[in-house]
C-alpha cells in the first residue's frame, strides 16, 4: 500500500516541484489474520494520509528473502513475521 499525507500533497499542488512525497506499508500477517486492515487504513486516513494504491500480495520464503536481503544481518524481526 502507498500513501502519501493530503498536505503534502496540497503544497506540493502549490509548487512547481510535481514530486510525490510516498510511503510503502506493509501490513503484517497476524494482523492479516485478525481482520485488522481496516482498522489500520483508518488510522492512516485520520491522520492525514491518502491511499493511493493498494495491493495484495502473498510472498513465498524465497521472494521475502529477496525483499529483505539489503536488511541481512541487522536487528529486526522481520523473518519471525514473513518467513514462517
Given amino acids: 500500500m502507498k500513501l502519501s ?4 500533497l496540497e503544497a506540493e499542488r502549490n509548487t512547481e516541484n510535481k514530486d510525490l512525497s510516498r510511503t510503502l506499508l506493509i501490513v503484517k500477517p497476524d ?4 481482520n485488522l486492515i481496516g482498522h489500520i487504513i483508518n488510522r ?4 492525514q494520509f491518502r491511499v493511493v494504491e493498494m495491493k495484495m500480495v ?4 524465497d ?3 529477496r ?3 539489503v536488511h541481512e544481518g541487522k536487528p529486526f524481526a522481520f523473518r ?3 518467513l514462517n
Fill in 5 to 8: 499525507r493530503s498536505r503534502e
Fill in 31 to 34: 494482523a492479516t489474520e485478525r
Fill in 44 to 47: 492512516l486516513e485520520r491522520a
Fill in 58 to 61: 502473498r510472498l513465498s520464503a
Fill in 63 to 65: 521472494d521475502a528473502r
Fill in 67 to 69: 525483499f529483505y536481503a
Fill in 80 to 82: 519471525k513475521f514473513f
